[in-house]
């Protein structure tokens, strides 16, 4: 049962990770369209 739970706290932590950078990209891409 422990390793279920790392192994779910470790797919939690890499989707936060991709919806960071999903947003960083996004607010960079909206200052280039604002140039």
Do not use: G, P
Not at 8 to 29: F, G, P, T
């Amino acid at each position: 049962m422990k390793d279920t739970m790392k192994y779910e706290s470790r797919a939690v932590k890499i989707n936060i990770l991709l919806s960071y950078k999903i947003m960083s990209n996004d607010k960079i891409n909206r200052k280039r369209n604002e140039i």
